[in-house]
């Protein structure tokens, strides 16, 4: 048995595009990343989902709806926090810019692209990334299970580590990509 796993971040937020640290608050998304999200949804129209994820935050959960409504056959949608995006603690909510000044580059760098190191109260992506493998775990288990394609609403930083384990990178690999606003990522799991 051949099922597909279809992954997207969510569009694009406020906070993201004033450069701020979003990590666990909850900022709503930008026209524009209604826009992306409504991109996604064009572009995974004539896929088959049968179940699908979110986090507890609106832009996982907005992103989500704009792609479910050209899929009435997805049955049931799962609000799953392991793949939440990374916590970056006392730094949430804080313009790049404004850590930039009272820390330097060399420490913003650090604690927002090193895999070991995390911000102030913040988690790192080692972190991230064991959560998001349980997560992995469970999710193949319930494909397996279900024999369901699914659909799976997160963030930038929780789809690294999905990255680094469907397509084997490295964790420097890792840690260098970058995830788009408005397209998916597909991988075919075999049972």
Same mark, same amino acid.
């Given at each position: 048995?051949?099922? *597909?796993?279809?992954?997207?971040? $969510?569009?694009?937020?406020?906070? @993201?595009?004033?450069? /701020?640290?979003?990590? =666990?608050?909850?900022?709503?998304?930008?026209?524009?990343?209604? *826009?992306?999200?409504?991109?996604?949804?064009?572009?995974?129209? *004539?896929?088959?989902?049968?179940?699908?994820?979110?986090?507890?935050? #609106?832009? #996982?959960?907005?992103?989500?709806? /704009?792609?479910?409504?050209? $899929?009435?056959?997805?049955? !049931?949608?799962?609000?799953?926090? /392991?793949?939440?995006?990374? #916590?970056?603690?006392?730094?949430?909510? !804080?313009? $790049?810019?404004?850590?930039?000044? @009272? &820390?330097?580059?060399?420490?913003? @760098?650090? =604690? $927002?692209?090193? &895999?070991?190191?995390?911000?102030?109260?913040?988690?790192?992506?080692? /972190?991230?990334? !064991?959560?998001?493998?349980?997560?992995?775990?469970?999710?193949? !288990?319930?494909?397996?299970? *279900?024999?369901?394609?699914?659909?799976?609403?997160?963030?930038?930083? #929780?789809?690294?580590?999905?990255?680094?384990?469907?397509?084997?990178?490295?964790?420097?690999?890792?840690?260098?990509?970058? @995830?788009? &606003?408005?397209?998916?990522?597909?991988?075919?799991?075999?049972?």
């Amino acid at each position: 048995m051949k099922l *597909n796993i279809y992954l997207f971040r $969510h569009g694009q937020t406020y906070f @993201n595009k004033s450069k /701020r640290f979003t990590g =666990w608050k909850d900022s709503k998304l930008t026209l524009n990343g209604i *826009n992306q999200a409504e991109t996604i949804a064009k572009k995974l129209k *004539n896929k088959k989902i049968e179940a699908a994820f979110q986090t507890r935050l #609106s832009r #996982s959960k907005d992103t989500l709806k /704009r792609v479910l409504k050209h $899929h009435p056959e997805c049955k !049931k949608v799962i609000t799953d926090d /392991r793949m939440i995006e990374r #916590s970056y603690g006392a730094l949430q909510g !804080k313009f $790049h810019e404004a850590v930039i000044e @009272n &820390y330097g580059v060399n420490q913003f @760098n650090i =604690w $927002h692209r090193s &895999y070991n190191t995390s911000p102030p109260k913040g988690e790192s992506i080692k /972190r991230v990334e !064991k959560r998001v493998n349980a997560f992995i775990r469970y999710l193949l !288990k319930f494909m397996k299970e *279900n024999g369901v394609n699914v659909a799976i609403s997160a963030h930038g930083n #929780s789809i690294r580590p999905f990255r680094k384990h469907f397509e084997k990178l490295s964790n420097k690999k890792m840690m260098a990509l970058e @995830n788009p &606003y408005d397209d998916y990522f597909e991988y075919t799991v075999k049972f």
